[in-house]
């Protein structure tokens, strides 16, 4: 360091991987051409064109906007009709009528987990995830003076690992108070796995036996409008009311994927807190965590969407049009799963989602041995990730032998 301070972080100047990787895809691209080269680093939903998707539905109501929607400041909590709006978002229909809603505005999913980990944990606290988990959840924690424990995702039988989540949280919870705990699911990144409702009973009857800590629980939607059907999906939602005082359900939404408002910074944390203090504490706290860290939101971003949640008309265009979208995306993953079966490819267990991954002991050489074959795909923890968002059926039916023959 020259001048400024490490403060414990260690990845300061280390070439970024995932970044690596998807720079050498496209100058293999530039050297052979697009349809010899498999670029599966990118993390967002591409047609069968390579073009970003973004939903017009979408952009008719931000092209609608006002000079002042974009220029003026925004509320620090955000604007309140997208505070209401990002609770019908989540909810739809099913608005919860047992516990107390309240939301804020946060830049994106990301905004939603910063704010959460810090206002629900001390520093030096450690958060729990699992073993396969986003890794921006590691730097967030460490920003904050926080760290990261992880539990083993998956048993052998490949169901949710309870007892590892209890192992790890029991221990946790012996040299502190009170944590953060992040559950990205549906379509969890990277394995594209969604948490059955056995899964939702075992964890949360874990949970409950901590009487005595304070626990926030912090579900990362981030995928949730790209997994199944909606209501379906959602089901999940009735499981964090009616629980103990000690525990608070906060939801981390994103109008990135769902939205494709990736840019536009868009997102929020609500929580279902079981009553009206805890309700009151939340939207104090909040305050004070988004003035201090982005003080006022993306304006243009939140009346866009609350727009289009409060026109009966629009919402439904934009449900039919992000669920064409969904099709074709769980058409690709279909596609990959089907071949992947065909040729005995192990993957993680999948759902949905934009990613599938791939297990495999030595993530780095396997990645370089798919880059011999034109596949570039980004190592992470102990896999490969296939990006089903953003290659084509064609080519999703192509890498699971690619993989398979780097593997061998
Ligand atoms: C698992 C997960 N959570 C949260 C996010 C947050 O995204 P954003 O901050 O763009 O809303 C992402 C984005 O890739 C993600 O993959």
């Known amino acids: ?50 073009q970003l998707v973004v939903l017009d539905s979408v952009m008719k ?21 997208y505070r209401e709006a990002v609770k019908k978002a989540v909810f739809l229909d099913d608005m919860p009528t047992d516990c107390f809603v309240e939301s804020c505005y946060t830049p994106g999913g990301t ?32 920003e904050l003076g926080r760290t990261v424990r992880t539990y083993t995702m ?14 790890e949280l029991t221990e946790l919870l012996k040299n502190q108070d009170e944590t953060v705990i992040i559950l990205n699911t549906p379509a969890h990144n990277p394995t594209g796995y969604t948490m059955t409702d056995e899964d939702w009973d075992g964890v949360l009857s874990v949970i409950r036996k901590f009487k005595d800590k304070k626990i926030a629980v912090v579900v990362d939607i981030a995928y949730l409008d790209f997994s199944g059907d909606a209501v379906e999906y959602r089901a999940f939602l009735k499981k ?3 629980l103990p005082e000690n525990i608070l359900p906060l939801i981390a939404f994103s109008a990135s994927k769902g939205y494709t408002m990736y840019g536009m910074r868009c997102g929020a944390l609500l929580c279902m807190a ?34 289009i949640i409060n026109n009966e008309e629009l919402f439904a265009e934009v449900k039919a049009e992000r669920e064409a979208y969904l099709n074709t995306l769980n058409h690709r993953s279909r596609i990959f799963m089907e071949e992947a079966e065909k040729i005995g490819l192990k993957t993680c267990p999948f759902d949905s989602g934009f990613f599938i991954t791939v ?28 990006s089903a968002a953003s290659n084509t059926d064609e080519q999703l039916r192509k890498i699971p032998s690619i993989l398979k023959a780097a593997l061998k």
């Not at 297990?359 to 296939?386: H, M, W, Y």
Request: glycine share 8%; with cysteine; charged share 25%.
């Open 240 to 242: 964090l009311t009616g």
């Open 359 to 386: 297990p495999c002991e030595d993530p780095d050489s396997t990645g370089e041995k798919l880059q011999e074959n034109n596949l570039f795909a980004v190592a992470l923890g102990k896999g490969i990730r296939i």
């Open 111 to 142: 905004g939603a987990l910063r704010n959460a980990v810090s206002a629900y944990t001390k520093p030096g606290d450690q958060i729990l995830v699992s073993s396969w988990h986003w890794n921006p959840y590691n730097l967030i924690a460490a």
């Open 154 to 167: 998956f048993d052998e039988e490949g169901k949710l690992n309870v007892a590892s989540f209890e192992e």
């Open 1 to 50: 360091m020259i001048i400024a301070q490490k403060n414990g972080r260690n990845t300061i100047g280390a070439p970024d991987k995932l970044f690596g990787v998807s720079a050498k895809a496209k100058e293999r691209i530039s050297q052979l051409g697009k349809d010899k080269v498999i670029d599966s680093t990118i993390g967002v939903l591409l047609d069968d064109d390579g």
């Open 61 to 81: 109501s931000i092209r609608a906007l006002n000079p002042e929607d974009y220029a003026a400041y925004a509320p620090i909590l955000g604007l309140p009709q």
């Open 274 to 307: 079981p009553n009206q203090e805890i309700a009151k504490e939340f939207v104090d706290v909040m305050s004070v965590e988004c003035r201090a860290s982005w003080s006022n939101g993306n304006r243009a971003a939140m009346t866009a969407l609350a727009n």
